[in-house]
T-cell receptor, first 112, second 111 residues
Framework: DTEVTQTPKHLVMGMTNKKSLKCEQH?????MYWYKQKAKKPPELMFV???????INESVPSRFSPECPNSSLLNLHLHALQPEDSALYLC???????????FGPGTRLTVL | SQQGEEDPQALSIQEGENATMNCSYK?????LQWYRQNSGRGLVHLIL?????REKHSGRLRVTLDTSKKSSSLLITASRAADTASYFC???????????FGAGTRLFVKA
């Protein structure tokens, strides 16, 4: 299985809502990533988990809270988001010693 | 700021023509990668070229790397409508997890 899955595909939420994005891979990859991508822009790194531990937080606001419950699963908990947080959120993973990242299809998030 | 910058920002060509896009980066690298992204979807890895390589081929793709100029180019030959997508170069930080993506080139291939 060489696939990274993300749910939901689309999410619309109000600024007072709490929601979560989910990412899953079964390739045995021990590094997992969250990226944020605005329209016509490249992906911007948000968080990196390595061996289920947070390795990189790119100064992301605390209204975004990542979680890595196990080596296959990565969550991004959302709370009190702003309209400018509307974007495509991409999850990716890569294996130890590998170079390429495998990306999920993304979650299109709209904050009203 | 982003490590990789790309040009052109957008490119429109006819089916069958070749498409060339360029990428520049700022720091030392072990490798440089190219990804494709169809509209609103995830990125797909296309090809990787190592810092000690000058040119690499994969099917209709040809990538060059000039480490002295800190630049790379991606050539897609005999383009097809299905090649319509955004193309990003990516440079992983040496010894780390972070990868910087270039601004991207939006390619439109007209049938």
């Amino acid at each position: 299985d060489t696939e990274v899955t993300q749910t939901p595909k689309h999410l619309v939420m109000g600024m007072t809502n709490k929601k979560s994005l989910k990412c899953e891979q079964h390739m045995g990859h021990r590094a997992m990533y969250w990226y944020k991508q605005k329209a016509k822009k490249p992906p911007e790194l948000m968080f990196v988990y390595s061996y289920e531990k947070l390795s990189i937080n790119e100064s992301v606001p605390s209204r975004f809270s990542p979680e890595c419950p196990n080596s296959s699963l990565l969550n991004l908990h959302l709370h009190a988001l702003q309209p400018e947080d509307s974007a495509l959120y991409l999850c990716a993973s890569h294996g130890t010693g590998a170079n390429e990242q495998f990306f999920g299809p993304g979650t299109r998030l709209t904050v009203l | 700021s982003q490590q990789g910058e790309e040009d052109p920002q957008a490119l429109s060509i006819q089916e069958g023509e070749n498409a060339t896009m360029n990428c520049s980066y700022k720091t030392s690298i072990n490798n440089l990668q190219w990804y494709r992204q169809n509209s609103g979807r995830g990125l797909v890895h296309l090809i990787l070229i190592r810092s000690n390589e000058r040119e690499k081929h994969s099917g209709r793709l040809r990538v060059t790397l000039d480490t002295s100029k800190k630049s790379s180019s991606l050539l897609i030959t005999a383009s097809r409508a299905a090649d319509t997508a955004s193309y990003f170069c990516a440079t992983p930080f040496i010894g780390g997890f972070k990868t910087i993506f270039g601004a991207g080139t939006r390619l439109f291939v007209k049938a």
